[in-house]
């Protein structure tokens, strides 16, 4: 048993999300969970500030009895090469890393760490751009997230944060 790393812009924190965490932990004795991107909030692909998404993460898993969880906001640097060095330097140590980013998959294989990918699951709906994308739409959005994550959303109106940007013409 050991630890692992994933990390995801996780805008907004949804089912699939929860999935793949449930089953990383029953390889692992817990996870540590990157919130990438994290100095960006208030755009169309990246409306929820970290804090935000922490809340929606750490309410869902400890409503679910998870608590072997670390959760470690991660802004972006600007050279591909000192990213993983930079994750390292705010993360407590791991060995596994599950992503399906390939540029992430890269970066941590030419490190040497053991990288997996993860098994997409339901992602006609389980997917943060088709859910964000919803929002907008007026669509049904809510069963495709833990009640959780919607209790939050619906708290810091975030459907009508959405709506507002997807007005702007500057983003
Ligand atoms: N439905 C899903 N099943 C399994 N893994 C998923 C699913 N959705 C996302 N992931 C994985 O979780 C990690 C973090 O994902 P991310 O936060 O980018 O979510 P996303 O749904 O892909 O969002 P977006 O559409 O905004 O890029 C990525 O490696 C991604 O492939
Ligand atoms: N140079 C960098 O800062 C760098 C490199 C690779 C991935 N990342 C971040 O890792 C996260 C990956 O998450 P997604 O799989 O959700 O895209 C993103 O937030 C992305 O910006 C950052």
Redesign the pocket.
């Known amino acids: 048993m050991s630890r692992a790393f994933?990390?995801?812009?996780?805008?907004p924190f949804?089912?699939?999300?929860l999935?793949?965490i449930q089953e990383i932990l029953k390889d692992h004795e817990s996870v540590i969970i990157g919130i990438?991107s994290a100095q960006y909030s208030h755009t169309l692909?990246n409306p929820f500030t970290a804090g935000e998404r922490h809340l929606m993460i750490s309410n869902t898993l400890e409503s679910r009895k998870i608590f072997n969880f670390y959760i470690i906001p991660i802004e972006d640097v600007n050279s591909n090469p000192l990213w993983v060095a930079h994750v390292e330097s705010l993360t407590p140590h791991f060995s596994s890393v599950?992503?399906?980013?390939p540029l992430?998959k890269r970066l941590f294989y030419e490190k040497k760490y053991n990288v997996k990918s993860?098994?997409?699951?339901?992602?006609v709906e389980?997917?943060?751009?088709?859910?964000?994308d919803r929002m907008i739409r007026g669509e049904n959005w809510e069963r495709d997230v833990p009640e959780t994550v919607s209790e939050i959303i619906r708290e810091i109106d975030g459907v009508e944060r959405l709506r507002a940007l997807s007005e702007s013409d500057d983003l």
């Open positions: 994933i990390v995801g812009r996780f805008q949804h089912l699939g999300h999935e793949v990438g692909q599950y992503t399906n980013n992430v993860m098994e997409l699951i339901n992602r389980w997917s943060g751009t088709r859910i964000r």
